[in-house]
């Protein structure tokens, strides 16, 4: 009988592994990307142009051609019959005609995290296509925030976290007090009206730092050091998608004491059903734990300097969406029991797991890098669809909350 081989594995060999992967990601990249060295933002038809702002396409070519008109004239590409126009032209149509509500004068944006216990929900992708339909659907202006360590939604960007993101790029030299505050970050993007705060894997550094201030210093609001950052940020844009890591850690914990609204995705199936009650749970323990019951630290919770008690805590929203869905029965029973745990908070729009999501984020991209299917044209739209419907309730959202602030302000 032959001996087995027994195969020990040093940290040479980690490190080899580290280099020959990283390799190929590179590789792939470039691939990927092909012919530019970056992301590109999609041209629009005037049939898609109309689409978008419900109008008829021989109005938008009206629009287009007339004499000492304000609007973009667009192109028509060598032998195509078709007007097309860039994402910066796209969105001048979609300032003039954009019937929503606008922020009002003084306001400032609202701060959304979108988060979920266990990764595979869609979340990022959910992230990154919200923002852009905003800029698309609503003329807002948007800040995307990259608060995972894996910095998927940085990839979703164009960029690649190990090799064009460094450490001082990210929100980590705001956490550490080295910066006032949060725009040496930001970063312009491929897509008009949308900014990125980018992450690489220094953020996993939140969690050693910030529990270490705290056992030195007792006073220190760990929970708060971001907000008032992404307050000041807030006053810049329309809204602020923070794309929260897969876990409920210190960095985490921050963005959520921070928003305004919260979006979690969570496919149906027992598996992610189970994580969501334990996610809420958790965020409900961490809250009571500040709060205590001792006088000493009900005087330690209280407001300051633009940070609200932990007790007075209030979002605007609180949105749970069916995602990845399936045509399949048990995805049926397992909506009905999210719709029992959540009630209100269950929205009617599901996002449908689809290959069309494969076929195109295969490239980076989401559904509105693309002005036409890869494969199924039954799909994509099915897809799109849903998605434009996801934007819509947090554009509504936007509104509302804006509504309110005018109100109390105005009383």
């Given at each position: 009988?032959?001996?087995?081989?027994?195969?020990?594995y040093?940290?040479?060999?980690?490190?080899?592994?580290?280099?020959?992967?990283?390799?190929?990601?590179?590789?792939?990249?470039?691939?990927?990307?092909?012919?530019?060295?970056?992301?590109?933002?999609p041209?629009?038809?005037?049939?898609?142009?109309?689409?978008?702002?419900?109008?008829?396409?021989?109005?938008?070519?009206?629009?287009?051609?007339?004499?000492?008109?304000?609007?973009?004239?667009?192109?028509?590409?060598?032998?195509?019959?078709?007007?097309?126009?860039?994402?910066?032209?796209?969105?001048?149509?979609?300032?003039?005609?954009?019937?929503?509500?606008r922020?009002?004068?003084?306001?400032?944006?609202?701060?959304?995290?979108?988060?979920?216990?266990?990764?595979?929900?869609?979340?990022?992708?959910?992230?990154?296509?919200?923002?852009?339909?905003?800029?698309?659907?609503?003329?807002?202006k948007?800040?995307?925030?990259?608060?995972?360590?894996?910095?998927?939604?940085?990839q979703?960007?164009?960029?690649?976290?190990?090799?064009d993101?460094?450490?001082?790029?990210?929100?980590?030299?705001?956490?550490?007090?080295?910066?006032?505050?949060?725009?040496?970050?930001?970063?312009?993007?491929?897509?008009?009206?949308?900014?990125?705060?980018?992450?690489?894997?220094s953020?996993?550094?939140?969690?050693?730092?910030?529990?270490?201030?705290?056992?030195?210093?007792?006073?220190?609001?760990?929970?708060?050091?971001?907000?008032?950052?992404?307050?000041?940020?807030?006053?810049?844009?329309?809204?602020i998608?923070?794309?929260?890591?897969?876990?409920?850690?210190?960095?985490?914990?921050?963005?959520?004491?921070?928003?305004?609204?919260?979006?979690?995705?969570?496919?149906?199936?027992?598996?992610?059903?189970?994580?969501?009650t334990q996610?809420?749970?958790?965020?409900?323990?961490?809250?009571?734990?500040?709060?205590?019951?001792?006088?000493?630290?009900?005087?330690?919770?209280?407001?300051?300097?633009?940070?609200?008690?932990?007790?007075?805590?209030?979002?605007?929203?609180?949105?749970?969406?069916?995602?990845?869905?399936?045509?399949?029965?048990?995805?049926?029973?397992?909506?009905?029991?999210?719709?029992?745990?959540?009630?209100?908070?269950?929205?009617?729009?599901?996002?449908?797991?689809?290959?069309?999501v494969?076929?195109f984020?295969?490239?980076l991209?989401?559904?509105?890098?693309?002005?036409?299917?890869?494969?199924s044209?039954?799909?994509?739209?099915?897809y799109?669809?849903?998605?434009?419907?996801?934007?819509d309730?947090?554009?509504?959202?936007?509104i509302?909350?804006w509504?309110?602030?005018?109100?109390?302000?105005?009383?």
């Amino acid at each position: 009988m032959a001996k087995s081989t027994i195969t020990n594995y040093d940290l040479e060999h980690i490190g080899e592994l580290s280099v020959s992967s990283s390799q190929v990601l590179d590789a792939v990249r470039t691939k990927l990307l092909e012919p530019e060295p970056r992301k590109q933002a999609p041209s629009f038809s005037s049939a898609h142009l109309a689409n978008l702002l419900n109008l008829d396409r021989r109005r938008i070519n009206q629009l287009a051609s007339k004499d000492g008109n304000s609007l973009p004239e667009g192109e028509i590409p060598e032998g195509s019959n078709a007007r097309h126009f860039t994402l910066a032209e796209t969105l001048a149509y979609v300032q003039k005609f954009n019937p929503r509500p606008r922020r009002p004068e003084g306001e400032r944006g609202r701060i959304i995290c979108t988060t979920v216990f266990k990764g595979g929900t869609g979340k990022t992708t959910s992230s990154f296509c919200i923002a852009q339909g905003l800029t698309l659907r609503g003329a807002r202006k948007v800040l995307l925030l990259d608060a995972d360590p894996q910095g998927t939604l940085t990839q979703l960007a164009g960029l690649a976290p190990d090799v064009d993101i460094d450490d001082e790029s990210t929100v980590m030299p705001y956490l550490y007090g080295d910066q006032p505050d949060l725009r040496y970050a930001v970063k312009k993007t491929y897509w008009e009206n949308l900014d990125l705060i980018p992450a690489n894997i220094s953020l996993y550094g939140a969690d050693f730092y910030l529990p270490a201030k705290y056992s030195k210093d007792r006073s220190f609001k760990f929970w708060a050091a971001m907000h008032r950052g992404l307050m000041d940020l807030a006053k810049d844009y329309d809204a602020i998608i923070i794309d929260c890591p897969p876990s409920l850690n210190y960095l985490t914990f921050n963005m959520i004491f921070s928003a305004d609204g919260i979006i979690m995705p969570i496919p149906p199936n027992s598996v992610d059903f189970a994580s969501s009650t334990q996610f809420w749970r958790l965020v409900y323990q961490m809250f009571e734990g500040i709060l205590g019951s001792t006088p000493a630290q009900a005087e330690y919770d209280a407001a300051e300097d633009g940070i609200p008690a932990v007790k007075d805590k209030k979002f605007d929203f609180i949105s749970v969406v069916p995602s990845r869905v399936k045509p399949k029965e048990m995805s049926t029973l397992i909506t009905g029991w999210m719709a029992k745990a959540f009630g209100e908070h269950l929205t009617t729009i599901s996002i449908p797991e689809s290959a069309a999501v494969d076929n195109f984020s295969f490239g980076l991209m989401t559904v509105y890098d693309q002005t036409k299917a890869i494969g199924s044209n039954a799909a994509f739209r099915k897809y799109k669809d849903r998605m434009d419907e996801l934007v819509d309730h947090v554009d509504l959202q936007l509104i509302r909350a804006w509504g309110k602030d005018w109100e109390m302000n105005n009383e």
